[in-house]
Structure formats: C-alpha cells, structure tokens
C-alpha cells in the first residue's frame, strides 16, 4: 500500500492536513470522505512534483509539455462569470455534469481554466463529487463556490446553484467596478498633480532662488518665500533619500498587511477615511449580507456559511465581526444580538436582521439588505464623483497659488526698487 497526503476540510470548514495509506488515489480519496472529510487535495506522498510531462506523440516521437507559469496565466472573475453560467445552461437542459465539463473544455479559450476543467473532468470520472473537483483547485474556485455546489449536490439543485454563483458574481463584479471607477478620477489627478509639482520644485523654484540672490543682494526673502526654497531645495538635494523612505513606507505597508493585526488596522483606518470610509462600509456590508444570503438560500448550514463568509468578506474588521457572531450562534443565540454588540452594523442592518429570524425568512432578508445598499453604493458614488472634482480643483488651486505667491513676492519687492 501507498502513502498519500493529503488536504481537506471538515464539516466546519476548517482545513486539515495528514497522511492516509490506500492502495490507490481513489481509494485514498474514498477514506478520507469515511472520516467526514472533504478532500481538497490528495498526493502521493513519495512524488516529487513534476516540472514538466514527456508524452508520446505521432511516430512514437517523445515530445515536452511544458505548463505555463501561473503569474502568465490567471482566470479573471468576468470569465469564470461566463463559465458558471454556460455550466448552469448546460445542467439545466438535462445534460450529464461530465459531458457539459467536456463540452466547455473544447470551447474555453483561457488556457489556465481550460486544463482546469479538464483535471475536474478527471477526477469526477474517478469517483470525485463536483464539489470535490473543484475544491482541489483553490485559486480559482474558492470556499464560497466549493461549499455553494455542494450543498446543491446534496439539494439535487446544481443548475440552481449555479444560477445563483453566476448572479452573485456579476453582483459583486459590477460593485466593485463602480468603486474603482470612483477611484480613478482622484488618482489620475492626484498622480500628475505630483508630478507637476515635483517637476516645478525641483528644476524651475531653485532658479528662482539663483535670481533673488543676486538681485536683492542678500535681502532677507519672505517668510513663505524661504518656506518655498526650503522644501524645494530639500527636495533637489535630498531627492535620493526621500525617493528611498517612500519605498520603504511602501514596503512597510505590504508587510503590514499580511499580518492580520495589520490588515486589521488598516482597514479599520479604510472604515473611518472621511471621504471614502462610508463608501467602504456600505460596500463590506453589502458583501457580506449578499454572501451570507445567498449561502443560506442555497441550503449550506448557517455556521458554516459564517466561516466561509468569515474567510471571503475581504475586510478584517467585519471578519472578526463574523467571527464573533459565529461564536454567539454556536452557543444557541440568535445572530440579532451579536451582530448590534459587534458595533459595526448600522441600526437599520440589526433590525431588518431581527424581522428576517422573527419570521424565519432570514436569507431573503439578507438579500434585501444586499440589494439596498447596492443602491446605496451607487449613489454613493456618483456623490462622491461629484464632491471630489472641486475639492481637488481647490486643493491644487492653493498648492500651486502658494508657490506662485511665494515667487512673486521677492518680486514686487525688487520692481519697487528698480522704480
């Protein structure tokens, strides 16, 4: 017998790790799911992982097939959107799961998805459930989509399921496309601003500095004049040391966030941005009643759809927030009370919660707070698209007014002299 390794998760949703002896990958796999486990990956402990696979092509000629490097090849959320869907279809109309994966392998053109489906087509054929297949490949499919198809394996409703994983992408892709959209106008200005301002500082404000000197014959300048020549000239000569503490407060700052205490501080920091932050909130809040709602409608446990929520809100303020209405509900308390002590719902969220258990028609609820602050976010964002153009109009307008200011006031003061 064989030795495999192998990573699951277990009911909760918690990942393990461990070693099982079986006289075949099949067999290992089916030992595992004894257990109560659902496997995410099982190896054979004694492979080394291949780089690359000879195979025999026409004439008996051994040819390299050679895998394209992850960071070249990657599956965006607009094209698994249409993959969910089509797969959707093809259920719906009574074809069998195998042969609608084979019929979506021929015509995928993303190379990474197409080898995808063709290893989940694989392992189905060797006695894997769907769910199972797709939880082997985590960087495309996550806990959200494995849990949400197994539950409609269970619940005979996979075309429905999948339906529903469609939508919640197009939802969520079409959210996050208007925050960007809100965020590249500032960017875009605040970039070339710099820039013009950088450029000004150090090449045009010392000559500047070059005229004044010899015309007011050490003349003592304005005070915001040598305020101007101050910064400039610390710039001009101090411009290395500068570029490098940037670099390293960037630097800093990645480091920052892949500590959880950090991405915890930064996004509560994101939370309270005077401009933004409400804009964040109502985004993180939408994800997650959306999230949470749409598990629960397709038939996956509360507790574990919390954890799964917990893991794929993308904001560490509200998962811990999760976690901690996770840890209420484990006990035998209703998510009304935790999710108002958590202090991070608005009123209207905790209230609309309590209605949804009161008349145990939580997960449509949940829904319709999603749907709300959607809107919300919507004009949201054309609000702020509207408040930021002049506030950046202003804010140049004084940085720029303030160096012009500052480099004409020695000269006023040297016409006056010349008349």
Same mark, same amino acid.
């Given at each position: ?17 461990? $070693? ?53 090849? !990657? ?49 189905? $054929? ?37 339906? !529903? ?51 007011? $014959? ?17 710039? *001009? ?51 997650? *009643? ?19 929520? !917990? ?46 258990? $009161? ?61």
């Amino acid at each position: 017998m064989a030795k495999f390794s192998y990573t699951a998760l277990d009911a909760k949703g918690r990942e393990t790790q461990g $070693e099982i002896e079986a006289d075949n990958q099949t067999s290992a796999l089916s030992k595992i799911r004894e257990k109560g486990l659902f496997p995410t990956q099982v190896a054979d402990a004694a492979a080394k992982p291949a780089k690359k696979k000879a195979t025999k092509g026409a004439g008996g000629m051994m040819k390299m097939e050679l895998r394209m490097p992850a960071f070249l090849s !990657r599956v965006k959320t607009k094209q698994l959107m249409v993959w969910t869907r089509q797969l959707a279809t093809l259920v719906n109309a009574g074809l069998p799961l195998l042969r609608g994966l084979r019929v979506l392998t021929k015509q995928e053109k993303n190379p990474l998805l197409k080898r995808t489906v063709s290893e989940m087509a694989e392992s189905i $054929e060797s006695g894997s459930t769907f769910a199972e297949a797709l939880a082997q490949h985590p960087r495309i499919f996550n806990k959200l989509f494995v849990n949400m198809v197994k539950a409609g394996e269970v619940g005979g409703v996979l075309d429905v399921v999948l339906l !529903r994983l469609a939508e919640f992408m197009e939802k969520a892709q079409k959210i996050k496309s208007k925050v960007v959209s809100a965020m590249v106008y500032p960017v875009v200005v605040l970039i070339m601003a710099g820039s013009i301002l950088t450029f000004l500082m150090i090449f045009i404000v010392p000559k500047f500095q070059d005229i004044f000197a010899d015309l007011l $014959e050490g003349e003592q300048l304005p005070g915001l004049t040598r305020m101007v020549l101050s910064v400039s000239k610390t710039m *001009t000569s101090r411009l290395p040391i500068v570029v490098g503490i940037v670099v390293i407060l960037v630097v800093l700052a990645k480091i920052l966030a892949k500590a959880r205490f950090g991405r915890l501080v930064m996004d509560n920091l994101k939370l309270k941005m005077p401009i933004f932050g409400t804009l964040v909130r109502k985004t993180a809040i939408a994800r997650f *009643t959306r999230t949470l709602g749409t598990l629960m409608t397709s038939g996956v446990p509360v507790l574990q759809a919390l954890n799964i929520v !917990r893991d794929t809100v993308q904001n560490e303020v509200i998962s811990k927030a999760v976690g901690l209405i996770h840890d209420s509900v484990k006990e035998g308390e209703n998510m009304t009370r935790p999710i108002e002590a958590c202090g991070v719902f608005p009123p209207m969220v905790v209230s609309m919660v309590e209605v949804g258990e $009161e008349t145990g028609g939580l997960p449509e609820m949940l829904m319709k707070i999603a749907d709300s602050y959607d809107d919300d976010v919507d004009n949201t964002v054309v609000g702020l698209t509207s408040i930021i153009e002049p506030i950046l109009i202003i804010f140049l307008a004084i940085i720029v007014g303030t160096i012009v200011i500052a480099l004409f006031l020695p000269l006023i003061s040297i016409i006056g002299k010349m008349s």
